[in-house]
């Protein structure tokens, strides 16, 4: 089977599909991606147009298939220690400070391979020794959080990692798990992972936490959508809390109950 195009029709359909069920915008420029990462799809149920396999998922007949197609169009790329100094921040303003004999708890919100989740707990275990605390990562794909829960990465992966932490904390794969480095089960005990769409009110039971890392995914929202998905994560942040943001990510003009104590970095009163 050829490769399938795609009309103007076509794409603004699943525009608006992935939109209303994640909050992403998907621009113009994005049509590449989705022809690319949705091509195997239609040939895997033999369709000729992007209409048959849009009518399928929208029929509420095939939900698995619908996360799936979730699942190959929100998979976004993440490493180790990504942008480290929000980490020197969470290190010297806040672990190195904390006194409370309660269990520190942040929450990775949108975690997907679970890089960033694994980061932070390097971290807690460090600084915050014969203290409890706990980490919790969310994400809509269900693909990637299989793979966070593994905590199993190539070796290509750990760049980023200090080497004490590498020593401490993973372990490298040998014979037939060589080149490949699994994060220590110390570590992956504390971390769990869980879907979250953060697009819908988030469920009480998740509890509220110290520090709330979102970070580069707001860069895939509209305005609506970002105040929305803040507005939907606050209830969680414990008062006085931390609110953390990518590099390229702004809370400007959103009317949330947070105050920016420097760029990328917000407070709850």
Not at 78 to 105: A, C, G, M, Q, V
Not at 144 to 159: C, D, M, S
Not at 254 to 260: M, S
Request: glycine share 4%; net charge positive; charged share 25%.
């Amino acid at each position: 089977m050829s490769e399938s195009m795609i009309t103007d029709q076509e794409f603004a359909l699943f525009q608006r599909l992935i939109y209303k069920i994640a909050g992403i915008s998907l621009s113009e420029v994005k049509k590449v991606l989705l022809v690319g990462r949705l091509q195997k799809r239609l040939r895997h149920y033999n369709f000729d147009t992007f209409s048959q396999y849009y009518r399928m998922l929208a029929s509420g007949n095939a939900p698995e298939e619908l996360q799936m197609m979730v699942d190959l169009l929100t998979t976004n790329e993440t490493y180790f220690f990504r942008e480290p100094k929000h980490f020197d921040f969470l290190r010297d303003e806040i672990l190195l400070k904390w006194r409370s004999p309660t269990t520190f708890r942040v929450w990775s919100a949108a975690s997907s391979s679970g890089e960033e989740a694994y980061t932070l707990a390097m971290m807690l275990a460090e600084h915050l020794p014969n203290k409890p605390w706990e980490i919790v990562g969310s994400d809509i794909s269900t693909r990637v959080l299989e793979k966070a829960r593994r905590g199993h990465y190539p070796l290509n992966r750990i760049e980023g990692i200090p080497p004490k932490f590498l020593n401490k904390y993973c372990l490298k794969g040998v014979r037939s798990q060589a080149n490949t480095l699994l994060i220590s089960s110390e570590l992956r005990s504390q971390v769990s992972f869980q879907q979250v769409n953060l697009t819908l009110p988030v469920d009480r039971s998740l509890g509220k936490f110290e520090v709330i890392f979102l970070r580069n995914v707001m860069i895939y929202f509209d305005q609506e959508t970002k105040r929305k998905v803040v507005n939907n994560l606050l209830p969680h942040l414990a008062p006085g809390g931390y609110f953390i943001i990518g590099h390229s990510e702004t809370l400007n003009g959103l009317d949330v109950a947070l105050t920016a104590t420097r760029p990328t970095i917000y407070r709850k009163a």
